[in-house]
C-alpha cells in the first residue's frame, strides 16, 4: 500500500503525530490501557485524523501490522525455540561459562558486545537479538544486578553494524541512491560502528545498568536455574551439576535424568549456523547491487534462499533438535519443549505488530512525503542535512530503513551536483544511518521488541534503550562530522 496524499500541510501532520504519541503514552504509562489495545486504538484515531478514507482505514491497519508480524512472528518463535533448547540442554551454559573463563566476570558485558559485533555483521538486529538471548539471559543470572548491564552491549553492538555496515539494507540503499562506493561505506563504516557502539552503547550501558535496575524476565527463558535438564560437564571449569526445576518439558528436579551436557564446539556451532546462512541472503544481495553478480543467477538466488532469516533459522531449529533436542529424549519431548517456548512469546508478536502497525498509519498519512519537501532546502552544509532529516524522518514515521531511503533520495541530486568525493559520500551515508538511529520511541516496532523481551516498561524503555540509541547516533555523527571536516 502506498502513501495517500498528504491530506493536510507538515505542521498539522507533526502535530498530529505528536498528539498521537502523547495519547498513546498516557493510556499505557497513566491508564495502564494494555499496550497491544492501546497501540491498534491508537492507530485507528490517527488513520482518521490524518485525513485516510475511511474506506481505507482497514488497509492502513493492515499494512504495517502484517508486514511486521510476517517478519517477526517466524523470527521470534523459531529464536526462542533454538534459545530454550540451548537453556534446557545447558548449552547456553556452557558458552557462558566459556566466555567468562577467557574474558573475566567483571569484563562480561564487554565480552557480550564484542561477540554481537562480530555476529552483528551479517545479521540483522531482530534476528541476532532473538539468538543471543538465552546467552544474554544465562551472563545476567550467573553475575547478578541490572540486565541492562549485559543485555544493552549486545544490543546496542547489533544495532550500531545494523544501521551502519552494508551488508545491511539501510546503508547499502544509501549508499546507491547517493553513487557511494559500497566497499569503501564497509571500510569506513565498519570501524566507526565499533568506535560509536563503544562509546555511545557499551559506556552508556554500564552507566545506565548501575542506575537502573532491570530484572530478569522469567517469561521466555524460565526461571533462574530452572528449567534445565541436569547436566554434567566435565570439561568447563566449575561446571558441576548444574541445579534443576520444573521448565515445563514433562521433568521435575526429582525425575530429571542425568545427561552429559553438549560440547562448547556443539553449541557453538548451532549458534554460529544462522549467522552463515543469514550471510549467503546479506553478503549476495549486496554483491547483486553492487553489480559483481548478475541479478537473477540462479545458484545466487538458491543461497540467498537459504539466507533468508526465517529460513535460516527455520534450519538451525531442525539441526538443533537433532544435535541436542534428541540427546536422551524422544521428538514427542521436544515438541513439549517447544510447545513450552512458544506459549510466552504471544505478547511479544502482538506488541511488536501492533507498534509496526501505528507505525505505517503515520508513513500512510505522508508525514514523510511532507517532512522531505519541506526539508528539501535547508540552506546547510550536506552532512548536517542529512542527519537532521534522518533524524527528523525517524522520529515523525518510527522506520529507521524508510528514514534511510527516503533522506538518501532527497539529497542525492545535491550531493551529485556537489561533486562530493568517495570517501565523503561514505560519510554522508554513516549521518544517514546516525539520524536513522537516535530516538527509538513508541512507533518503531523494535522498540517494542527490545521491551517485551527485556521485561520493561514503557517508561524504563524511554530511559534507557531510547537514550543510550540516541547516544548511539550521536556518537557515530559527530565522528563522521570530524571526518568530513579535517578531509
Avoid at 556451532?269 to 559483481?292: C, E, H, M, Q
Amino acid at each position: 500500500m502506498e502513501a495517500i496524499e498528504p491530506a493536510y500541510g507538515v505542521t498539522t501532520l507533526l502535530l498530529i503525530a505528536v498528539v498521537a504519541v502523547a495519547v498513546l503514552l498516557f493510556l499505557i504509562m497513566k491508564v495502564k490501557l494494555h499496550a497491544f489495545v492501546a497501540l491498534v486504538l491508537v492507530s485507528v484515531l490517527t488513520a482518521l485524523a490524518a485525513g485516510i478514507p475511511v474506506g481505507d482505514v482497514p488497509d492502513a491497519l493492515s499494512f504495517g501490522f502484517s508486514n511486521t508480524i510476517g517478519s517477526v512472528a517466524l523470527l521470534v518463535g523459531f529464536g526462542v525455540m533454538i534459545g530454550r533448547l540451548l537453556e534446557i540442554t545447558g548449552g547456553a551454559q556452557i558458552l557462558a561459562d566459556t566466555l567468562i573463563s577467557r574474558f573475566g566476570e567483571k569484563r562480561a558485558p564487554l565480552a557480550l558486545g564484542i561477540a554481537a559485533l562480530i555476529f552483528g555483521f551479517p545479521i540483522f538486529f531482530d534476528a541476532g537479538l532473538v539468538v543471543f538471548l538465552p546467552i544474554i539471559m544465562t551472563v545476567a543470572r550467573r553475575f547478578g544486578g541490572s540486565l541492562l548491564l549485559y543485555a544493552f552491549p549486545a544490543a546496542g553492538a547489533f544495532a550500531a553494524m545494523h544501521a551502519i555496515v552494508p551488508p545491511h539494507p539501510g546503508p547499502v540503499a544509501a549508499a546507491e541512491a547517493l553513487e557511494a562506493n559500497i566497499g569503501l561505506t564497509l571500510l569506513v563504516g565498519a570501524p566507526i560502528a565499533v568506535v560509536s557502539w563503544y562509546i555511545g552503547a557499551y559506556l552508556v550501558s554500564q552507566f545506565i545498568g548501575h542506575r537502573v535496575h532491570v530484572d530478569i524476565p522469567e517469561a521466555l527463558f524460565g526461571p533462574m536455574n530452572g528449567g534445565r535438564d541436569k547436566v554434567t560437564d566435565p570439561d568447563v571449569s566449575g561446571g558441576g551439576v548444574a541445579p534443576t526445576g520444573d521448565g515445563g518439558d514433562g521433568h521435575t528436579a526429582t525425575q530429571a535424568p542425568t545427561r552429559t551436557a553438549p560440547a562448547f564446539a556443539t553449541v557453538l556451532g548451532i549458534l554460529l549456523l544462522p549467522f552463515f546462512l543469514i550471510s549467503f541472503n546479506t553478503v549476495l544481495k549486496t554483491l547483486t547491487t553492487a553489480g559483481v553478480i548478475e541479478e537473477g543467477a540462479a545458484w545466487a538466488d538458491y543461497l540467498m534462499l537459504l539466507g533468508n532469516t526465517s529460513v535460516a533459522l527455520l534450519i538451525t531449529v531442525l539441526v538443533a533438535t537433532l544435535v541436542l533436542g534428541l540427546r536422551g529424549r524422544s521428538m514427542a519431548d521436544v515438541s513439549d519443549i517447544f510447545d513450552n517456548a512458544l506459549g510466552p512469546i504471544c505478547t511479544v508478536i502482538l506488541i511488536t505488530g501492533a507498534g509496526g502497525m501505528f507505525g505505517g498509519v503515520l508513513r500512510l498519512s505522508g508525514i514523510g512525503d511532507a517532512l522531505s519537501s519541506s526539508l528539501s532546502n535547508l540552506g546547510m552544509s550536506l552532512i548536517l542535512q542529512a542527519f537532521i532529516i534522518a533524524t527528523l524522518l525517524r522520529v515523525a514515521q518510527g522506520s529507521a530503513t524508510v528514514a534511510i531511503t527516503t533522506t538518501a533520495g532527497l539529497l542525492g541530486a545535491a550531493a551529485a551536483e556537489a561533486s562530493l568525493s568517495s570517501f565523503h559520500l561514505t560519510l554522508l551515508v554513516v549521518a544517514i544511518a546516525a539520524g536513522a538511529t537516535v530516538l527509538s520511541h513508541v512507533n518503531d516496532s523494535g522498540f517494542w521488541l527490545v521491551s517485551r523481551f527485556f521485561g520493561m516498561d514503557v517508561k524504563t524503555t524511554l530511559k534507557t534503550w531510547t537514550v543510550m540509541e540516541t547516544t548511539l547516533g550521536l556518537t557515530a555523527f559527530v565522528i563522521a562530522l570530524a571526518l568530513w571536516v579535517v578531509t
